[in-house]
């Protein structure tokens, strides 16, 4: 069965570093998603991504993040400078419809540490 | 504020109980999804539902737009149902997802 999968699943680094994520979303997916899980609090919408553009972003995604599809099947989310609180769990997420109807298919998720 | 509301937050029950989570919601939405999240962090889609009732094997799914609430069912549960169960809706105005503060269930055997 297809999946989302996500590197790596854990990621430690130093405060002021830059970070990628990655994702390979299911193939024949047309939309994609991040969110992040702060440990013990809510999974929060990040943004979603449709035709190599942003389509939504929370207030959270402001302008340390940026997010890629570079080639045909990654999906990358880039922090540029982490702080602290950036530390969280990271998720990926694809659907092959956007809008109303977007059952999505999440990846195992990328623990980040900012030390 | 809290657009998406769970009950209970903690619910432990022994095998075979039938088990019921509840989720209300203050937003306008085109869509209700329950969730389920492993203890390692994974998430898996467990229903997505714009209205009546859905099931799939043990698990049952409802939503009643007007009263704007959901319940998840777990019938003759069982202790490798134990995860946290989220509920997320799509918003209708943005389609983002927002997601609920999750019900961690633990079935005892």
């Known amino acids: 069965e297809p999946e989302v999968t996500q590197t790596p699943s854990h990621q430690v680094t130093q405060m002021g570093q830059e970070v990628i994520l990655r994702c390979v979303p299911i193939s024949n997916h047309l939309y994609f998603y991040w969110y992040r899980q702060i440990l013990g609090q809510k999974v929060e919408f990040l943004v979603s991504f449709y035709n190599n553009e942003i389509s939504e972003k929370s207030e959270i995604f402001d302008d340390q993040f940026s997010v890629e599809r570079p080639d045909g099947s990654n999906f990358t989310l880039k922090i540029r400078s982490t702080k602290l609180e950036d530390s969280a769990m990271y998720f990926c997420?694809?659907?092959?419809?956007?809008?109303?109807?977007?059952?999505?298919?999440f990846g195992p998720g990328t623990r980040l540490t900012v030390l | 504020k809290n657009e998406v509301e769970q009950s209970p937050q903690n619910l432990t029950a022994q095998e075979g109980e039938f088990i019921t989570i509840n989720c209300s919601y203050s937003?306008?939405?085109?869509?209700l999804h329950w969730l389920q999240q492993h203890p390692g962090g994974g998430i898996v889609s467990l229903f997505m539902l714009s209205s009546g009732k859905k099931k799939h094997g043990r698990l049952i799914a409802t939503i009643n737009i007007q009263e704007k609430h959901s319940s998840l069912h777990i019938t003759a549960s069982h202790p490798r149902d134990s995860a946290v169960y989220i509920c997320a809706v799509t918003m209708d105005s943005n389609y983002q997802l927002i997601w609920g503060a999750g019900t961690k269930l633990i079935i005892k055997p």
């Open positions: 997420a694809s659907s092959v419809e956007g809008g109303r109807v977007n059952e999505q298919f």
């Open positions: 937003v306008g939405i085109s869509a």
